[in-house]
């Protein structure tokens, strides 16, 4: 079947601008997660969400970043006013139900800030 | 929060020989080891997990140690192949947020012919 999908794949903005990225888990996976991945650095954890139950944004830098998941399926990562050191990899990822399971990375967005 | 260290950074071997890559965590409550393989310009992919009730998982070629007690893990590759060239990351999580998963900074596996 289809596997995590991410939309736009790559973009450059200028900074100070709003980007929205958009991920599409794998239908029926009830929990959506995102992640950055700076150049050669680790995946840093930004958000999860599950179900109905309120998300873990512990891991949002700053008040800059938000994201929301409608209707327990598309979810969208919201970047304010955006600046140079936000450049990276946003990864999505989704796993078929609550638990320690199997996470399903998505392509990723390259975002570039100029 | 829990913190997660890798070694080594970087990682060279023969085709053939066996590859060991280190992981630390701080949180004891971490109960989820999960490792991630993540090709050139691929996105990362599990290749293995371990649960804090067992002390060793094997798959094939592949296999993880768990020891609690000194809070590391550690995957082992054996009969290295060029295929198995990639950058490899470990990851924790415990319980009482079970979807936030903390990962290590990364190994660059390099199998040479």
């Known amino acids: 079947g289809a596997g995590v999908s991410q939309s736009p794949s790559n973009k450059v903005t200028e900074k100070g601008k709003d980007v929205e990225l958009r991920c599409d888990p794998i239908s029926g996976h009830t929990a959506l997660y995102w992640y950055r991945q700076s150049l050669g650095q680790g995946l840093e954890f930004l958000i999860y969400?599950?179900?109905?139950?309120?998300?873990?944004k512990s891991g949002l830098p700053s008040d800059r970043f938000s994201a929301e998941r409608t209707g327990g399926s598309v979810s969208t990562l919201t970047i304010q006013r955006t600046q140079q050191e936000d450049s990276a990899v946003y990864l999505c990822?989704?796993?078929?139900?609550?638990?320690?399971?199997?996470?399903?990375f998505g392509p990723g967005t390259r975002l570039l800030v100029l | 929060g829990e913190n997660v260290e890798q070694h080594p950074s970087t990682l060279s071997v023969q085709e053939g020989d066996s590859a060991v890559i280190k992981c630390t965590y701080s949180d004891s409550a971490s109960n989820y080891f999960p490792w991630y393989k993540q090709e050139l310009g691929k996105r990362p992919q599990l290749i293995i997990d371990i649960r804090s009730n067992v002390g060793e998982k094997k798959d094939q070629r592949i296999a993880v140690t768990l020891n609690k007690t000194a809070k590391h893990f550690s995957l082992h590759i054996t009969e290295t192949q060029p295929e198995d060239s990639a950058v490899y990351f470990c990851a924790a999580s415990k319980g009482d947020s079970w979807g936030k998963l903390q990962f290590g900074a990364g190994t660059q596996v390099v199998v040479t012919p």
């Open positions: 990822a989704s796993s078929r139900n609550r638990g320690q399971e199997t996470q399903y």
């Open positions: 969400f599950q179900g109905n139950s309120a998300p873990d």
